[in-house]
């Protein structure tokens, strides 16, 4: 059974505490009450009835779950790097109820099969949802098309080509048309492989300094021309994942005033770092797509704040130490960050950045409407809920991450923001330990 | 917005300035490029004696630990390594451990447990010497001799020994760097210790394809065209050009690029009368040079290699001091302690 099918367990009040619901929506909340897997009652009504525990919730914020639609779980395949059981739990630490699992596995999940072994897996050790991907193409390979209706059938909520590109355009386009066809959701990272080529670093200052090889900005904007393009003229819903540069989002901006079902997210650690990170060759923030400038990144956070960056995910990507071990081209892309997104983006709360509830937006309603659902804090809702306490800090080390990638962004600086619970279909998927 | 310190100097030099070891130009100061220039001048008449030693490494062991083939550089390290009397190990790595698929890191560990006290290092990636020194046992240098595209800092420093010689200063002059500045580590060290050092100007004449991005950042002004790039010159640097280069679309022939970039007698013309011409070697003649030119009055080619030896002995010496002095300062606060 999955957690999204489970009801029941003691009943939970919390009393006190700041409601954000999502949406632009906020109160101060007087009593929340969780019951079969439900938000049970509100305000005075969850205040007069009786629970099995009651949580003082003062000066903490009371969110919907956050929704991630980029997360690499690393099973099947990869155990090294982490498991669905170690990469969910990551997540409810992080605040996640819900994550999308990229289909870059061991097997790729490229068949109802692989769809199935994820989600049983994830029903008997998963503390939150988790959201099965497709590939796209079959073994991501970007050439054949795969077995989409398998796929919708198993349960994938969308279809994608993880980070790897599709080699062409003519297969692109006949990915979005036949992914339209069971009204799949095609999610892909904008990248021209051949304008990328070995690449692993923004084609800018740095690189030119340093003598690292570049991937120019227009190998994500021509991709995203060429996507935006393609999907207008099938009418595919069309998902960009993982934006860098400042001219995609305009390019996004311009296609949803054309009308064009097109949405998107951002990392959240390109919203605080940029091409200079990598200055002393510091092979964690070695991610793709790469750090790019400092106007980038600006444009980005403005992309976010306006609604046209729908999403801001982990893009969580665990490693054993040995893959970060090596002179910065040698060293595998991607960090583990899902334990760091919350307070890495109430670090731009505090730099006045993103407002608190442009942030809440961009973790919970934003990516739920891609999904097609919502994310609420409404009485009869399931309870999906994360309660941080923006005041109190930590510090990401490794005795401190769950994940069993160490390599998180900004490993030894102390941030602002704990989970003290995250509660996914009404059980507690994590909670701040005692003391 | 980085999480760390991303400026070298945490890295290669000492808290009270001195060289820790050597892995790039960035971040260093005209007084300890002087300095390292001054070291390397006093080293030079030890190369004109008949007993060419000097004892500052003896009982020293010294890895030249080359993942890419160089001839040239790792003789000279050798013999200003020798000269300075240390104990030297050369090992090809690319035809060794790592050809086995064993981790850089697991190599390092087996040498360092030969009791290593330093490694000179070339990499075909830039920043594997960085990796190194973050990943090193504290008392062992590094000295960068040549990572990717990134630095080759002795190299630089030997080209500005050779320019002081024959010009005597830094400052007022004016030198370009021609040709595969985009490949070329050389060239980002060239253009940092020519800037640090003080000159007027320093050029890059080079087509488009063969200029990283944003190139004027590291300090230069970009030039296409020869002829108009040469006019004042007081040194012109001369960069390889790899026949590979001409495949990729980067260039449509050697042909077609000597006759544009390559240097003549007539576009050496157009410079000051008594511009030097370099190269760091080894040349292609008829590709970036002509003959007439490389072996000419005005070449100081030769010079270079033998400025390389002086420079390599300042530079291993002055690390291995860093390196001292950092553990004698270790080992005296935990004498305090």
Redesign the interface.
């Known amino acids: 059974m999955s957690v999204a099918e489970t009801t029941g367990g003691p009943s939970l009040k919390i009393v006190g505490g700041r409601i954000l619901d999502g949406q632009g929506g906020e109160r101060a909340n007087t009593a929340l009450l969780v019951r079969d897997g439900k938000i049970a009652a509100l305000g005075d009504a969850a205040s007069q009835a009786s629970a099995d525990e009651t949580l003082n919730a003062d000066g903490c914020i009371i969110t919907p779950g956050f929704i991630d639609l980029n997360c690499n779980l690393r099973e099947p395949g990869n155990g090294q790097k982490g498991n669905i059981a170690s990469e969910t739990r990551a997540a409810a630490h992080g605040g996640f109820t819900t994550v999308c699992a990229s289909p870059e596995t061991s097997p790729v999940n490229d068949s109802g099969a692989v769809t199935h072994l994820i989600r049983d897996v994830a029903a008997t050790r998963s503390p939150i949802h988790v959201l099965p991907v497709g590939a796209v193409t079959r073994g991501l390979e970007g050439e054949l098309l795969s077995d989409m209706a398998g796929l919708a059938a198993a349960g994938c909520v969308a279809v994608g080509n993880g980070a790897r590109g599709v080699r062409n355009a003519r297969i692109l386009r006949r990915c979005m048309a036949y992914a339209q066809t069971f009204g799949l959701t095609v999610m892909f990272s904008p990248e021209n492989q051949a304008l990328a080529a070995d690449g692993y670093a923004h084609?800018?200052?740095v690189?030119?300094?340093?003598?690292?090889?570049?991937i120019?900005e227009v190998a994500e904007t021509t991709a995203v021309m060429e996507m935006i393009l393609l999907a207008e003229e099938t009418g595919a819903r069309l998902h960009l994942s993982q934006l860098s540069c400042a001219r995609s989002v305009e390019m996004l901006a311009e296609a949803r005033r054309r009308g064009i079902a097109v949405t998107a997210d951002v990392a959240m650690h390109q919203l605080?770092?940029?091409e200079?990170?990598?200055?002393?060759?510091?092979?964690?923030?070695h991610v793709r797509p790469p750090l790019r400038g400092e106007r980038d990144r600006k444009a980005l956070i403005a992309g976010v704040r306006e609604g046209v960056i729908d999403a801001i995910v982990s893009q969580h990507l665990p490693h054993d130490s040995?893959a970060k071990?090596?002179?910065?081209?040698?060293t595998e892309p991607g960090l583990s960050t899902i334990e760091s997104v919350l307070s890495l983006g109430l670090e731009l709360v505090e730099l006045n950045e993103l407002s608190l509830s442009e942030l809440v937006r961009a973790l919970t309603a934003g990516p739920a409407s891609v999904l097609g659902r919502e994310a609420r804090v409404a009485e009869g809702d399931v309870a999906d809920l994360c309660l941080f306490d923006p005041e109190q800090h930590w510090t990401p080390n490794h005795t401190t991450l769950v994940s069993v990638g160490r390599h998180a962004?900004?490993?030894g600086?102390e941030l602002p923001g704990v989970v003290r619970m995250t509660l996914a279909g009404g059980k507690v998927a994590w909670k701040q330990p005692a003391g | 917005m980085t999480a760390n310190d991303p400026s070298p100097n945490h890295l290669q030099l000492t808290r009270d300035g001195q060289l820790r070891h050597f892995l790039t130009l960035d971040g260093l100061d005209r007084e300890l490029l002087t300095d390292i220039l001054d070291t390397a001048d006093s080293f030079i008449e030890v190369g004109e004696r008949t007993i060419k030693k000097v004892p500052l490494l003896r009982g020293r062991t010294v890895v030249n630990l080359f993942f890419e083939s160089s001839t040239r550089t790792r003789s000279t390290f050798e013999l200003a390594a020798k000269r300075l009397s240390a104990d030297v190990l050369n090992l090809d790595i690319s035809t060794s451990a790592t050809s086995k698929g064993e981790s850089l890191s697991d190599t390092l560990l087996n040498l360092e447990a030969m009791a290593s006290d330093m490694f000179v290092v070339r990499h075909s990636q830039s920043g594997a010497p960085h990796f190194i020194a973050e990943s090193v046992t504290p008392g062992v240098a590094i000295i960068n001799a040549g990572d990717g595209r990134h630095a080759h800092p002795t190299q630089a420093m030997l080209d500005m020994l050779t320019i002081r010689q024959h010009k005597g200063r830094f400052e007022g002059l004016k030198v370009a760097i021609v040709g595969d500045v985009l490949h070329s580590r050389v060239a980002r060290s060239q253009i940092r210790a020519l800037n640090v050092l003080g000159v007027d100007e320093v050029r890059v004449i080079a087509p488009g394809t063969l200029l990283p991005k944003d190139v004027e950042s590291l300090g230069c002004t970009v030039e296409y065209d020869m002829a108009r790039g040469m006019k004042d010159l007081d040194v012109v640097i001369m960069l390889r050009l790899q026949k590979e280069r001409m495949e990729g679309a980067l260039l449509p022939s050697e042909r077609e690029f000597y006759r544009l970039y390559g240097l003549n007698q007539d576009k050496l013309a157009l410079a000051q009368p008594d511009c030097i011409v370099m190269h760091p070697g080894p040349i292609n003649r008829g590709v970036e040079i002509e003959s007439a030119v490389a072996d000419g009055p005005q070449s100081v080619i030769l010079n270079q290699v033998t400025n390389g030896i002086a420079v390599r002995m300042a530079v291993m010496s002055m690390a291995m001091g860093g390196q001292v002095s950092e553990r004698q300062q270790k080992q005296m606060k935990g004498a305090q302690a």
Do not use: I, M
């Not at chain 1, 071990?325 to 040698?330: E, I, K, T, V, Y």
């Open positions: 084609d800018g200052l690189t030119s300094r340093l003598g690292l090889l570049g120019p605080l770092f940029t200079e990170a990598l200055a002393g060759f510091d092979s964690r923030f040995a071990q090596a002179p910065l081209a040698a962004p900004v490993t600086r």
